[in-house]
């Protein structure tokens, strides 16, 4: 199983970016998806999921408003798009796979399967 993340990069504050995360040798579509992302000096925390089930999202409180989390069962796909982004959003992202569906997706160990991440900067 492989998650590959891509999609990130340096931005202005107030800025735009999409997140994107395939994945290869698993089951897509009976999978739920989440991102999570580590801060340099900080522990890795939870920003969103998206289950298999019924596609029901959730959100940290620090991006309700400004981040979409989606996917695309056919591509093998997810997506995260950011905007309004600030520089306390600058941080390792990370795209993980879950077998579970609720509210265990806003937990690490509900994840199985994780991508090596991709670097997202916000200067202000």
């Known amino acids: 199983v492989q998650l590959q993340a891509s999609g990130g990069g340096l931005v202005q504050a107030g800025g735009s970016l999409r997140l994107s995360c395939t994945a290869s040798g698993l089951a897509f579509s009976v999978y739920s998806m989440g991102w999570f992302r580590q801060a340099p000096g900080k522990g890795r925390e939870f920003v969103t999921s998206?289950?298999?089930?019924?596609?029901?999202?959730r959100y940290a409180d620090s991006v309700k408003g400004r981040f979409t989390i989606s996917r695309d069962n056919a591509k093998n796909t997810m997506f995260l798009q950011m905007s309004s982004l600030k520089p306390e959003d600058t941080a390792l992202y990370y795209c993980a796979a879950s077998g579970y569906y609720g509210s265990q997706l806003q937990e690490e160990v509900a994840y199985t399967y994780w991508g090596p991440g991709t670097q997202v900067t916000v200067s202000s």
């Open positions: 998206i289950s298999y089930r019924d596609r029901s999202r």
